[in-house]
């Protein structure tokens, strides 16, 4: 609704707009309206979403439809605008901050709607699991990250500006025009008994609490009809469809006919319900800028709402439109809901003028399109102006020390790579040749040799000895991984630092990308990407950027990092009493520890190579709960700091060991009677089934299954 309301307004006004919206179906392009290009990209299609969670895939998706769109058309637009509901905008931005060609330099402006992280709280869903905890932290990185925040309600902004304080939340309320309806006449039925709710059956909506004020009243014997119009959600608390145990819980009223349940309906059906109805309610715990309300007074609908959203806003507290109530406040929704039923039709008919004449100033679409288009004047403004030296980030450690406790020579630009090598002759050549033909000119090479014994292994090295100024080799007595890196950073003489095991392989761009993060945002030290596994698997790894609590329970990244010499010498040195592995991952809780930041490149841009006798392939359980132990031991301070979040992240998805991906849903255990956790993870389950049935293999079987008339058999 919004999307068109505000679409219309703007290519009406003289601008032009695309939307870009996914389709489950194909891919098309139409025009609407003059100045008004619709483009619709088939979803769930992208290697991606072998990889990602679906709506982090989709935020990928739309990261790439954008670009594609742009190099199609061959123009930059003046703006772009993205909702923040579910982190769509999450690539998109991540992309802007990495300086991608496509959308670097245009301003991108994040539209608040209802978060996830907003919603699943007062819906009393479980927030901490995934994926919807890491969809919350990608809408939280969106609004730190975008150039500019746009609410429709103070409501909203007063909720969750501290999200972003550095970024200030302007309101507009939203345009709104009902054509149908404009200078018509419509009657409205002031004789009514019916009150009327439309809407989803949703916790936050206030339906629960307005059925139990309504039973309040109707034992007291008043006479009046209360209409739920709308479709069902999943109640967790009660591990059942809310509207379901509403409907079970209310029996009664529902017999006696005071209780009306319907099925949502078309918006052409739903304006004659408004008109029938004596006033309609909007009872939310929280509450944006509701379309049901913008309807409802369109159509003079006298209005009985909560004053936790927007609606109250639209209403205004002076009773000309309708009556405000405040749930805070123990019995004022019954005697509000008292007053409205005992209204005359006189008092009917004020509310009605007062409503319909409030929302047609309020959101009067020429009115709303001098506001936007000031206020996407100012966003290009300012984002012309802008100097941006401080990467985004839900990392909540005050930013490392400027006065550093050690001084530590480097050559300024330089990145030093550092090769830990024991026996591994077979891949060395492989892994130089991958590091050589790196795209960033101001490098070394140090291969740590960490007492090799193997003749292959030793003989394999002597053609890098004495091999020019880009190459040294340094021989050491066996002392592990841990030790071979830290030496290699020691003797390194670059700013960066760049680890590289002796059998894995790099991109080309990978080396450039990372520096040039570097090089721009001060407060990031370590820059990785996602990880192509090769040999014996072919998967990869997303990763993500470093934030706690989430990489104090699972590790973020691999080991192949470029980072800031200082940095790592200072806070993030491998240690010995990591002994059997996992050196690298303490070394990043530290540095985070200590106000290092850690971002990731959206791209598999390193390559692991899978051995049957690899390092990490030695680990088992009991050794991996060991090395955890010892890391929470080393870094107690920040372990006890978020001790509390950790707990609820692990009583949610199981221990930290076991995830790798926040974006997926992990297995939980059951409680009580209901150990099947079936509807909670239900929209998971259909995206995964979807995600399936549109890869090239998944669509064959289907055919093939109809071919051989399997439907039939499995009937």
Not at 118 to 125: F, G, M, S, Y
Not at 584 to 611: Q, T
């Amino acid at each position: 609704m919004y999307v068109n309301q505000a679409a219309v307004m703007m290519a009406r006004g003289g601008h032009e707009v695309t939307i870009l919206v996914r389709d489950p179906h194909k891919s098309t392009v139409t025009y609407e309206e003059p100045n008004l290009r619709i483009v619709r990209f088939q979803h769930m299609q992208g290697e991606y979403y072998n990889h990602l969670g679906y709506w982090t895939a989709l935020s990928y998706q739309y990261a790439d439809e954008v670009a594609s769109l742009l190099r199609s058309d061959g123009k930059k637009p003046d703006v772009i605008e993205v909702q923040d509901y579910n982190g769509i905008g999450y690539y998109l931005l991540m992309r802007k901050w990495q300086f991608d060609s496509d959308i670097s330099g245009i301003p991108v402006t994040l539209h608040l709607h209802t978060p996830t992280f907003e919603l699943d709280k007062v819906n009393q869903a479980p927030r901490y699991k995934f994926p919807n905890y890491w969809i919350g932290h990608m809408e939280k990185f969106c609004m730190k990250a975008a150039d500019a925040l746009l609410s429709p309600s103070q409501f909203l902004a007063d909720q969750i500006q501290s999200v972003a304080p550095e970024n200030p939340i302007q309101v507009i309320n939203l345009p709104y025009y009902l054509e149908e309806y404009d200078n018509k006449e419509y009657v409205r039925n002031y004789e009514s008994d019916t009150l009327l709710y439309f809407g989803r059956a949703e916790y936050r909506k206030g339906i629960q609490q307005m059925i139990s004020g309504a039973e309040k009243l109707w034992l007291k014997g008043h006479l009046f009809k209360l209409k739920i119009i709308g479709g069902d959600t999943y109640f967790h608390p009660r591990g059942m469809k809310l509207g379901e145990f509403l409907k079970d819980k209310y029996s009664r009223w529902i017999n006696e006919g005071r209780l009306i349940f319907k099925d949502a309906v078309p918006p052409a059906d739903l304006n004659p319900e408004i008109l029938d109805a004596k006033a309609v309610i909007i009872p939310s715990l929280y509450e944006n800028f509701p379309y049901t309300c913008l309807t409802s007074m369109w159509l003079g609908a006298p209005m009985l709402v909560s004053k936790s959203g927007g609606q109250a806003e639209m209403v205004g507290d002076d009773g000309i439109a309708g009556l405000i109530f405040d749930w805070g406040i123990e019995g004022d929704f019954e005697n509000k809901l008292l007053q409205m039923i005992s209204s005359t039709k006189e008092e009917l008919k004020t509310m009605s003028i007062g409503a319909h004449e409030r929302i047609r100033n309020l959101c009067n679409i020429d009115k709303n399109l001098n506001l936007r288009v000031d206020f996407f004047r100012n966003i290009i403004e300012k984002t012309e102006k802008a100097s941006k030296t401080m990467f985004p980030s839900l990392l909540d450690i005050s930013p490392k020390t400027a006065n550093r406790s050690l001084s530590i020579p480097y050559e300024k630009g330089k990145l030093s790579i550092i090769i830990p090598y024991y026996n591994l002759g077979l891949h060395i050549e492989e892994t130089m040749q991958s590091a050589l033909e790196t795209d960033y000119d101001n490098f070394e090479i140090i291969i740590i040799n960490d007492g090799s014994n193997d003749p292959l292994s030793i003989n394999a090295l002597e053609k890098y000895r004495d091999n020019g100024s880009k190459i040294r080799v340094l021989d050491i007595n066996n002392k592990g991984l841990a030790n071979a890196r830290n030496v290699g950073a020691e003797n390194a003489n670059g700013e960066y630092i760049a680890f590289l095991d002796a059998d894995d392989l790099i991109e080309p761009s990978f080396y450039p990308k990372a520096i040039k993060i570097l090089n721009e945002y001060t407060n990031v030290s370590f820059v990785y990407s996602w990880l192509q596994y090769f040999g014996n698997s072919s998967n990869i790894w997303p990763t993500f950027n470093t934030e706690f609590p989430y990489l104090l329970a699972s590790n973020m990244l691999s080991a192949f990092v470029v980072v800031r010499k200082q940095d790592f010498i200072e806070y993030g040195l491998n240690k010995s009493e990591m002994e059997y592995g996992m050196e690298d991952y303490e070394g990043w809780i530290s540095m985070c520890a200590n106000g290092c930041l850690g971002v990731s490149i959206p791209e598999p841009l390193v390559k692991y190579r899978v051995r049957t006798n690899s390092m990490s392939r030695q680990f088992n359980r009991d050794m991996i709960i060991y090395l955890r132990e010892r890391m929470a031991s080393m870094n107690s301070l920040v372990y006890e700091k978020y001790g509390a979040e950790l707990f609820k992240l692990v009583d949610a998805n199981g221990p930290g060991y076991l995830w790798d991906n926040p974006t997926m849903t992990y297995p939980t255990i059951g409680y009580g009677a209901n150990n099947s956790d079936d509807f909670s993870d239900l929209n998971a389950q259909k995206y995964e089934l979807m995600r399936l049935a549109s890869s090239k293999w998944g669509s064959r079987l289907i055919k093939l299954a109809f071919k051989l008339k399997l439907n039939k058999f499995f009937k």
